[in-house]
């Protein structure tokens, strides 16, 4: 069964980081392309950038340019995501997804995780 978990959120004071990471099973994950998503109470999932298979990158927040990077463990089939000079408005829940990377949105999800809660907070 194909699966993706998150794992590597938590509390972080404000300028600090996290490495989120997102773990594939049933199927090998460097064939895919992959989405970082988050979500807010109450709001729309909203996708942050995706990770193509050859590995290009594109970011669908402004916000999180210089701040997010993204990257692969081909032998651990796992995505990671860093996450540095945090701040209160990247607390959400951040899931990741196979995906479609389009130019101005992500699209073709399936594989969805639970979800890792993301708190910014001194």
């Known amino acids: 069964q194909e699966q993706l978990v998150e794992s590597g959120g938590g509390l972080v004071q404000p300028g600090g980081s996290l490495r989120l990471s997102c773990a594939a099973s049933?199927?090998?994950?460097?064939?895919?392309?992959i989405g970082w998503f988050r979500q807010a109470p109450g709001k729309e999932r909203e996708g942050v950038l995706c990770?193509?298979?050859?590995?290009?990158?594109?970011y669908y927040i402004d916000s999180v340019k210089g701040r997010f990077t993204v990257s692969r463990d081909n032998a651990q089939n796992t995505v990671y995501l860093e996450m540095n000079n945090l701040k209160p408005d990247d607390t959400y829940v951040y899931y990741c997804?196979?995906?479609?990377?389009?130019?101005?949105?992500?699209?073709?999800?399936?594989?969805w995780g639970e979800g890792t809660l993301v708190t910014v907070s001194s």
């Open positions: 049933g199927f090998t994950l460097k064939y895919y392309a």
């Open positions: 990770i193509s298979s050859t590995d290009e990158v594109t």
């Open positions: 997804a196979a995906a479609l990377c389009g130019g101005y949105d992500m699209y073709g999800m399936k594989y």
